[in-house]
């Protein structure tokens, strides 16, 4: 069953770019409303954990160095079938292969700077909410 909230992050590629603005400004247009959102830098510590499902990928050291490379947004988002929803938003995650008009054919830069993350599953974005948001965060 598809629950209505997701969990996304502006990656640090996008936010360096000037990218919150209009990639926010998509989330809002697309009907998903922002439950919680933080600006904030991850610690290679914090990505690492964050990251820890992938701990045993070739990529997952270069994925710990750039999300603790600069700023990210973390948001939850609301909206009936939100994940599925928001994976479309986003396109696949190489750019190239993404669709016209998602956030990542616009934004991304390549597979590994591909500007969003996006849940992939009601569960992993219940998880990934709560690691960025305590309760009293969520509304």
Avoid: C, W
Avoid at 100 to 107: A, D, Q, S, V
């Amino acid at each position: 069953m598809a629950t209505n909230r997701t969990f996304t992050m502006i990656k640090p590629d996008a936010v360096a770019d000037g990218n919150i603005g209009a990639i926010l400004k998509m989330i809002e247009e697309a009907g998903f409303k922002i439950i919680a959102m933080k600006y904030t830098k991850l610690t290679a510590d914090l990505a690492g954990k964050f990251y820890e499902v992938h701990k045993e990928r070739p990529f997952y050291g270069e994925l710990v160095e750039y999300m603790s490379s600069g700023p990210i947004v973390a948001a939850i988002l609301e909206k009936d079938n939100a994940v599925a929803d928001f994976r479309t938003l986003i396109g696949a995650t190489n750019p190239a292969e993404a669709a016209e008009g998602t956030i990542r054919k616009l934004y991304a830069k390549s597979i590994g700077e591909n500007a969003v993350h996006g849940s992939d599953s009601d569960e992993n974005a219940a998880i990934e909410g709560s690691f960025y948001f305590s309760e009293t965060e969520r509304f």
